[in-house]
Structure formats: structure tokens, C-alpha cells
């Protein structure tokens, strides 16, 4: 893929389709290592050990409208091209954790892209979910929990164009402070 965004919605999206009701997704960045973290955390169905030794396998899906899943393999290549990582720890019937490790002074690092846009699609998109999205630099973060917001909103169902357009500036505002003005 060309960009990691579209990693952290295919892999939010096999947490939606394991029956997740919380999604959380992690992008952390530690400058003076040269690292990004990407996280997608779920309390969906999980996987037995076999499951997650077979999802690394491009040739192998649990989907019947395809033969090959290629979105794990992608992501664990994009990692691992950079001299990062990809890990999975799993339960059955209490979640998957997908954690990927960059190194962005790689001359094969990937761009982020558009994660911003990548979460108002998950969200509104999926207002029967929840999903906690946590952007770290360093020392510095922000958060964006729909279990807060939903509080916050009541009836007000998040895919309001006002509301998606406010999480949205919300996003990017606290991205931009936490670059230091820098564009993605």
C-alpha cells in the first residue's frame, strides 16, 4: 500500500469484521530513535495461535469472497523493509493486538498519509463502534475517544456532517501542535 494510513483501515476493518466494539489505534512517534509505532487494538473475537501464525500468510483468509489476504503481509513487509517489526498477540474471545515498528530514517519508509481522513472514515462509518485514537510525539499526545464523545454528544449520532467536520479539525489541529506546525 502507499501509504500506512490504508494499512491501520484494512486492519481496523478485520477488527470491525471480528465483531470488535472497541478499536483502538495507536501512531507514536519517537523522534530521537527514528521510530513510529502504528497499533491497532481490538476486543473483537481473536485468534487461536494457528490463526495468527497462518494471517502472516498472504495466501491464507478467513473471508470467502476472496482466496488471499494480503493486508497483515503488506504492513509486515512495509515494517520490515524499514528494519522494523510486526507483531500480533492474540485471545480468543478477548481481542488481537497488531503493533507494527518503523524506522523512518529508512530510505523504504512508507508515508503515514492521511490517518486523519483514515479515522473520520472508520468512525463514521461505524457509529456502532467505538474507537480511541491516540497520536503520540515523544514526550507530547492527544486523544480522540468516541466513548467520550457519545457521552459528551448523547443522541447526536456521530456521522453528523458537523460533528465528523469537528473531529476532523479536531485531528488535525492537535496534529499540527504536536508537530510543531510541521505538515504530515
Do not use: H
Not at 494510513?5 to 483502538?24: H, R, T, V
Not at 474507537?131 to 454528544?153: A, G, N, W
Request: proline letters at 3%.
Amino acid at each position: 500500500m502507499r501509504e500506512l494510513s490504508l494499512n491501520i483501515l484494512d486492519i481496523a476493518q478485520n477488527s470491525i469484521s471480528a465483531g470488535a466494539s472497541l478499536i483502538e489505534i495507536e501512531v507514536a512517534e519517537n523522534t530521537a530513535k527514528n521510530e513510529l509505532l502504528i497499533g491497532i487494538y481490538d476486543n473483537g473475537c481473536g485468534m487461536t495461535e494457528e490463526q495468527v501464525r497462518n494471517v502472516l500468510d498472504p495466501f491464507y483468509t478467513t473471508r470467502t469472497t476472496r482466496k488471499v489476504g494480503m493486508g497483515i503481509p503488506l504492513f509486515m513487509l512495509a515494517a520490515e523493509q524499514t528494519g522494523g517489526t510486526l507483531s500480533i498477540e492474540s485471545e480468543k474471545g478477548v481481542g488481537t493486538r497488531v503493533k507494527a515498528l518503523f524506522k523512518t530514517d529508512s530510505i523504504d519508509f512508507t508515508p503515514l498519509g492521511d490517518v486523519t481522513s483514515t479515522i473520520i472514515v472508520l468512525i463514521t462509518m461505524n457509529t456502532d463502534r467505538d474507537f480511541i485514537y491516540t497520536r503520540k510525539r515523544d514526550e507530547q499526545s492527544f486523544e480522540l475517544s468516541t466513548v467520550q464523545l457519545k457521552e459528551i454528544l448523547g443522541e447526536v449520532p456521530l456521522n453528523e456532517p458537523e460533528i465528523a467536520q469537528w473531529m476532523k479539525d479536531y485531528i488535525n489541529e492537535q496534529t499540527n501542535i504536536l508537530l510543531g506546525g510541521v505538515t504530515q
